[in-house]
């Protein structure tokens, strides 16, 4: 436990307030295609200082017209660390005795919700300009990891700009959705062969990340309907729709490839929860 690294930054217009040497825990969930992940985390060892100005100022109610985002970074300290979950805060409520912890509830994407635009073009883009156009109107980057190459003629939407990525998935044969501040955009049913051809190490796999005992792997592998569920140690550097080689000694039935559906980081800076809750797609045993 010694070695871990897990810390807040809060984000408003009047800037970032970086929060360290707290107690930390909580819940991220990130799935591949949702428009928004959630998070649960609770805080202890706050100042009185920054108690009141997070459950007040952090409300909905006040200043709703201010966007107010919170980033938690994790890992460990002699194998890295990272973001992993950016978002908007919905509340922040103290509770607990005889510690005061600070609940925290946070969704990417949740502020768009109010935010009512008109976006239109009668001028054909491709489907990747179109992308870098949604990218722009959210203020966040764009990853491109399509094949797509669509040509999209004209375009008229008007709604919550949350609601553009649900737009963008109208226009293509590939999947859009926010992830941590990015927008993202992969082809639908990719096949891994496509990218790894030999059973060299994790580094020259084409970005495919080994998991097994060594890497972190806590758990015994689970059949699931799309492929498999398992834990890992945390790992800030996975994410949604990346590829894992998957490698137990202990069910080596289920040892293969797979696509991140499906994550979920569990940690706390005082109890043993400190891991990553993996569910993979295996295209060649789930067809649609």
């Not at 706050?46 to 100005?53: P, T």
């Not at 190490?201 to 792997?217: D, F, M, P, Q, T």
């Not at 499906?262 to 809750?277: A, I, M, N």
Request: proline share 4%; net charge positive; with cysteine.
């Amino acid at each position: 436990m010694k070695n871990r690294v897990c810390y807040i930054e809060i984000s408003t217009p009047n800037g970032v307030k970086q929060i360290k040497n707290i107690g930390l825990k909580g819940e991220i969930h990130r799935r591949m295609g949702n428009v928004s992940a959630d998070a649960k985390i609770s805080v202890a060892n706050l100042s009185k200082q920054d108690v009141e100005y997070l459950s007040t100022y952090m409300s909905p109610y006040v200043e709703p017209g201010k966007q107010k985002q919170i980033s938690v970074y994790a890992g460990y300290l002699d194998t890295g660390y990272g973001l992993i979950f950016k978002g908007d805060i919905i509340q922040a409520i103290p509770s607990g005795l005889p510690d005061i912890w600070l609940d925290i509830e946070a969704k990417t994407n949740y502020f768009n919700r109010q935010n009512i635009i008109t976006f239109s073009s009668d001028t054909p883009v491709s489907s990747m300009q179109f992308a870098q156009n949604v990218a722009n109107q959210l203020g966040v980057p764009l990853a491109w990891k399509s094949k797509s190459k669509k040509l999209i003629d004209s375009f008229n939407f008007a709604g919550a700009k949350a609601k553009l990525v649900e737009e963008l998935n109208k226009y293509g044969d590939f999947l859009a959705f926010l992830d941590n501040g990015v927008l993202k955009v992969i082809d639908k049913d990719e096949e891994v062969t496509q990218n790894v051809t030999s059973n060299v190490g994790a580094s020259e796999r084409g970005g495919v990340k080994l998991i097994n005992l060594s890497s972190g792997l806590v758990s015994v592998p689970q059949s699931t309907e799309y492929g498999a569920k398992f834990s890992v140690l945390l790992d800030p550097t996975l994410n949604p729709s990346d590829w894992v080689r998957l490698e137990s000694e202990k069910f080596p039935a289920i040892n293969d490839y797979y696509q991140i559906y499906d994550l979920v980081f569990k940690f706390s800076t005082r109890d043993k929860d400190f891991y990553c809750e993996i569910q993979g797609k295996n295209y060649k045993r789930y067809k649609k």
